[in-house]
């Protein structure tokens, strides 16, 4: 399998040539030449595999660097019942008659992100060994990719994580989750400035490429294909538990920030799974819902960001999204550097609503959005653990939320659960007036000692920081 570049740049590559990578040189994002298809044969066959053994499957058609055994093994490795709470790994669980609740959010940080940063931990591991290299890994959270990544990379041989996050903008129990590590090769650097202003420095930094290739700068952040790839295996889970053959559509709505979730949904789609629709939930930050609702990608300021209390889910931008729109223009990648090179670059928004393109979005891609406010959000948490006894956190709220606004009759929906309500406890209680449940392993987490910097929001100062701290 070789991938190619969003914007047309002539190179192709290796699976393991871009596992340690961000953007390809061009700028674009990188995507499988094609998307391996996947009959019902073939279909009839995954229905029957753990977990593990599914992942082995569906990594194997987009890896071919690294010899089977040793994928086969990575998997084994990752996908067990000891860091991911049960043998099912993501259970899923009916909530009321043709609605699902998938859980993606039992791994070591408690949110989905752990899926594929697990994998991802396992297989930087591996490749740095065989290369006898080593990695500084660079990234930006607005919460939860921070922690998932602290986590899988923790005491790995040959890596170091410098990890960027919006000072003071995280949940006091995310902060202690990440801040309360005290592993020498995890760094926490707290930025003055909204979640954008760090992901913009890491930008910055991997522009620079000198020092990116002195300091063997790589990234984790949700445009890194391994994570979509790894994403794409619990559609296939999901999709597995929800049927009892395979002639039947399931649709998933999926809380939706930078696109990678949900983007990992469309390749599972792509692939072949019967997906009908794939409803994308957003917040009051909603760049993506206006899209799928008007044609028109309009990216916000920092003002026009909103901080809200699904606070993974806000952001400016979406941006894993031009993957998504690389297919929808038919992988024009001239057509696509107008869209995201000319026109977001010259006026922040581009504009398909006249193109014939945007009406695939919903008809031949099955794309369908909503919108949720923080009403919202505590009404779906009340409702949820009223009606069901059930208690869900405010990003799977929005999920919810947007799922009742989709249901077809005989079609399950599928709503991603993206996080557990303890991350989120201040919205809980103001939701429900009482703390939700606390895992035994997270008592007393908030009063740990914190490992962390403050730096301004200086893509400079945070290069001198990681200069200082590679020796
Ligand atoms: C990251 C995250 C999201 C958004 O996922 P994207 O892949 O960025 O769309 C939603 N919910 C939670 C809890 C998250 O951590």
Request: charged fraction near 25%.
């Amino acid at each position: 399998m070789n991938y190619l570049s969003t914007r047309g740049h002539p190179d192709r590559k290796r699976f393991c040539e871009i596992l340690l990578e961000g953007l390809a040189p061009d700028g674009g994002l990188y995507l499988p030449e094609t998307y391996p298809q996947v009959d019902a044969a073939t279909l009839a066959k995954w229905r029957e595999l753990p977990y593990a053994e599914l992942a082995f499957e569906i990594l194997s058609l987009y890896i071919d660097d690294i010899p089977a055994a040793d994928l086969k093994a990575i998997c084994a490795k990752t996908y067990t019942a000891e860091v991911f709470g049960t043998d099912e790994i993501v259970p899923l669980r009916e909530l009321e008659d043709g609605v699902y609740i998938e859980a993606l959010s039992n791994g070591p940080t408690l949110a989905f992100k752990d899926m594929a940063m697990q994998l991802l931990g396992n297989l930087f591991e591996y490749e740095l060994a065989r290369r006898g290299a080593e990695l500084n890994i660079l990234g930006a959270t607005s919460g939860d990719t921070g922690s998932a990544a602290e986590y899988a990379m923790r005491g790995k041989k040959g890596v170091r994580v410098f990890m960027t996050s919006p000072d003071g903008r995280m949940s006091p129990f995310q902060q202690a989750q990440m801040f309360s590590l005290q592993d020498e090769n995890i760094h926490n650097i707290a930025i003055t400035g909204v979640f954008d202003d760090c992901q913009d420095i890491v930008k910055a930094v991997s522009n620079d490429l000198g020092f990116k290739r002195k300091y063997r700068i790589g990234t984790v952040n949700s445009i890194n294909w391994a994570r979509l790839l790894a994403q794409v295996v619990y559609y296939f889970a999901g999709y597995f538990q929800a049927t009892a053959s395979n002639d039947k559509p399931v649709s998933f709505t999926v809380p939706s920030g930078n696109f990678g979730n949900v983007c990992a949904g469309h390749v599972a789609r792509m692939m072949g799974l019967p997906i009908q629709t794939l409803v994308v939930a957003t917040n009051e930050n909603d760049v993506l819902d206006e899209f799928f609702r008007t044609g028109i990608y309009r990216v916000r300021g920092a003002a026009d960001t909103h901080e809200t209390s699904s606070p993974s889910m806000d952001i400016s931008k979406a941006s894993n999204f031009e993957r998504f729109v690389f297919d929808l223009v038919g992988r024009d990648a001239a057509k696509l550097r107008k869209l995201f090179v000319e026109d977001l670059g010259l006026e922040g928004r581009f504009d398909l609503s006249a193109d014939p393109a945007f009406k695939q979005a919903a008809e031949r891609f099955g794309f369908k959005s909503s919108r949720s406010t923080h009403a919202d959000r505590l009404a779906t948490i009340r409702d949820t653990e009223k009606r069901f006894a059930t208690l869900v956190d405010p990003h799977t709220a929005d999920g919810l939320k947007a799922a009742r606004e989709f249901l077809a009759p005989g079609v399950p929906m599928v709503v991603l659960e993206t996080a557990l309500p303890i991350k989120f406890a201040a919205t809980i209680v103001e939701a429900l007036g009482h703390e939700p449940d606390r895992p035994a392993k997270f008592e007393g987490i908030e009063a740990l000692p914190k490992r962390v910097v403050k730096l301004p929001a200086d893509a400079e100062a945070v290069k001198a920081y990681i200069a200082q701290n590679c020796d």
